[in-house]
């Protein structure tokens, strides 16, 4: 296929469980998935599936009690799990892959101004002067919304617009490849919800860049989204382009989501899922799903294989076997 | 601009304005109002501070009592010693006596109330008038409390000095670097060592003169300087480090363990915050991440911390003191207590509470300085 030239980040079997009193909590149990340049990629799930786990393991960012991280990830044709911290850090950090983080009130340093804590990668990585790093700043500032004069401003005087559009501007200030976003507007009104959305679709155009966009939004991401990731309980069960998978998605898991998602015409009514996602402690054997699942049939009791359906659309269900 | 981000502009400007207008109209009596309301609030509570200390080391007057007892004594005594007197009749030598005694509750001023006089020990207190010890005496032989302090500060600072400052960098730094390696075996080790802190210091010190004075005999028993004094500058010098090297370890030792653990559980905490884990995903090595995104963010902390441990520094360590025979401040409030002198103890502890008030008072304009969220005065 065409697309392996463009292909940015191939991630497989990827692993990242920790260690709690109650046992190994599989966070991420073997995820894969594939995204090419300037594509945006939506991480779909419900809370606890272990969405956020996925980011912190492609971006290395682990707690101390981390059981097991391992996989491979090729970013542009490297391998990053083999590099060690300070290749990572040097390498890869704000280099090629960066983020924007949940909560930008907390994530920006309450004792420096905004426009350094902007500044900072360009004088790590680049090594150049904070001179010239803060007029950097100060253009890509200018660029996501933010006036000027807020670089010599303080965290906690900016309203959470704000910090957000500060936290994107920070996040491509090195011109990445890859951002991966953990949720960037549940903390925000609607409103600007929507403008942080739209800020970054223009970024996608601008910057060239990839995202992966971490969520349980299906409505708002669905306005950014390229291709789709359904994850359910630490693994992810299906991929696709987001308007086929919006259209018909395959998974039955995905189909309730999406069944959950309130439409403005026609008179359907909400759906939700009974039962609750199983404990990330303590897995069952067969499929993940198969407690809730409206379409269970005996195979279900046996883990089921990633089925290629084609057109990059891949699904993890018996339901699609030989297809 | 694009088009879409104009909705957040007028916004912005907006905020910006309201600010400017506050900052620049009542920033002067903003703070100039908080200066005073907090100089006279203060003020008081040094005042009830040091009432309360005349209150307790008076024995609410009791004390009184105890000295009317000694003058009686002391001056029976001396009557009968004194073949001068043995001519007098015994109601002439009992009336002599009785004007004696007045005389001398007069000169300590028990001829008048203790509550008029507590005040009048308050009032001199507060203007710094110190007064003269009614016992004890410099090692030149003045009586001014005054005087009395300043000679014994010096080793005091020395001491205490010495060891609050290796105390508090050392386990600054190396709770820093623990901090890093959560659930190592040093951590552990540290941990496992904190109770350590529940024995006092002259605990401690007794086991080191112990061993290094009486087994070892490599370091003198006690007192800041030997005998003769060295008669050169250097060997001077050499010969305090010497003597200081014992009671500064006692100190040290006592709270060390302790001190690495409270500040390495303080930089654990400040290290899960987001903005810390944003760092380490920029891409910043973890010295700069220490000093920018823990260290910066919690100087205020490290600054409260650091200035009250100097000004303790004042009180001396009382009974290290007294078990090495340290000649500072922490054994003249020993001897002072002995003594019911109660004008040392007060003239002590109003130094004290003056400077504690200073602290107090500076630090809150020096929060305003390295932490950009607080303002003086704002409520």
Excluded at chain 2, 74 to 102: F, W
Aim: hydrophobic content about 45%.
């Amino acid at each position: 296929m065409a697309e392996n030239n463009s292909s940015l980040l191939d991630v497989h079997d990827l692993k990242l469980h920790f260690r709690a009193s109650a046992g190994i909590v599989q966070a991420v149990d073997g995820v894969n998935f594939q995204l090419n340049r300037n594509e945006a990629v939506v991480v779909l799930g419900e809370s606890g599936c272990g969405k956020t786990s996925l980011a912190k393991a492609l971006l290395r960012l682990l707690p101390r009690n981390v059981a097991e991280y391992s996989g491979e990830v090729y970013l542009g044709g490297e391998e990053l799990m083999g590099l060690t911290d300070e290749e990572y850090r040097k390498q890869i950090r704000w280099v090629r892959m960066s983020m924007v983080p949940q909560a930008a009130m907390n994530a920006l340093n309450p004792v420096l101004r905004v426009g350094d804590q902007v500044a900072e990668p360009m004088m790590i990585h680049a090594g150049i002067k904070k001179e010239e790093a803060l007029a950097q700043a100060r253009d890509m500032f200018s660029r996501v919304g933010v006036s000027a004069d807020f670089l010599h401003r303080y965290a906690f005087e900016l309203s959470g617009g704000m910090r957000q559009r500060v936290a994107i501007a920070m996040s491509l200030v090195t011109l990445p490849d890859l951002v991966v976003l953990d949720e960037p507007t549940s903390a925000l009104d609607v409103l600007t919800q929507a403008n942080i959305f739209n800020l970054l679709k223009r970024i996608k155009k601008e910057f060239e860049v990839s995202f992966i966009l971490i969520t349980h939004d299906i409505a708002t991401s669905s306005e950014l989204a390229d291709r789709v990731a359904v994850m359910y309980a630490g693994q992810i069960v299906e991929v696709g382009d987001a308007e086929s998978f919006f259209s018909a998605p395959l998974h039955p898991y995905a189909q309730k989501l999406m069944a959950s998602v309130p439409r403005l015409r026609g008179d359907q009514e909400l759906e939700f899922i009974i039962g609750k996602p199983p404990s990330l402690i303590d897995l069952p054997t067969g499929c993940r799903f198969a407690a809730r699942c409206p379409r269970r049939f005996e195979k279900c009791d046996q883990d089921p294989p990633v089925f290629d359906m084609g057109n990059r659309r891949i699904v993890k269900c018996w339901l699609y076997e030989g297809n | 601009m694009s088009v879409e981000a104009r909705p957040f502009q007028p916004q912005a400007e907006d905020q910006e304005q309201v600010e400017t207008k506050r900052g620049s109209t009542s920033t002067f009596s903003r703070v100039a109002k908080y200066t005073l309301v907090r100089v006279i609030m203060l003020f008081f509570t040094v005042a009830t501070g040091v009432f309360l200390t005349i209150m307790i080391a008076n024995m609410g007057g009791y004390v009184d009592n105890i000295m009317r007892g000694n003058i009686r004594e002391g001056l029976a005594m001396q009557m009968q010693q004194d073949p001068a007197y043995k001519e007098m009749q015994p109601d002439e030598r009992q009336q002599y006596m009785a004007s004696l005694i007045e005389l001398e509750e007069k000169r300590l001023g028990l001829d008048k109330p203790f509550v008029t006089r507590a005040f009048r020990y308050l009032t001199n207190a507060l203007v710094l008038d110190l007064g003269r010890a009614v016992q004890m005496t410099s090692d030149t032989g003045s009586k001014e409390v005054r005087l009395i302090i300043l000679e014994r500060l010096p080793p005091t600072l020395l001491l205490m000095g010495t060891s609050n400052l290796v105390l508090f960098f050392g386990s600054l730094f190396a709770a820093l670097a623990l901090s890093r390696q959560y659930g190592s075996i040093w951590d552990k080790a540290i941990i496992a060592l904190s109770p350590t802190s529940s024995a006092p210091s002259w605990f401690y010190g007794l086991f080191l003169i112990l061993i290094f004075a009486a087994v070892l005999r490599v370091l003198p028993f006690g007192g800041m300087v030997g005998s003769p004094p060295a008669s050169t500058r250097w060997g001077y010098f050499l010969d305090v480090g010497k003597h200081l090297i014992l009671p500064a370890s006692g100190l040290i030792i006592s709270s060390l363990f302790l001190s690495i653990y409270n500040w390495r559980t303080f930089f654990l905490i400040y290290s899960t915050e987001d903005y810390v884990e944003m760092a380490k995903a920029k891409g910043l090595t973890d010295r700069e991440i220490e000093r920018r995104y823990i260290l910066r963010p919690t100087l205020p902390n490290i600054i409260t911390n650091f200035s009250l441990l100097i000004i303790t520094l004042w009180t001396g360590a009382i009974i290290t003191e007294t078990v090495f025979q340290w000649p500072g401040l922490g054994r003249t409030y020993f001897t002072a207590i002995g003594l019911y002198d109660t004008p040392v103890i007060v003239g002590n502890t109003i130094i004290y509470a003056y400077l504690l008030a200073m602290t107090v008072f500076l630090l809150d304009f020096i929060y305003a300085l390295v932490d950009p969220r607080v303002k003086i005065g704002d409520s």
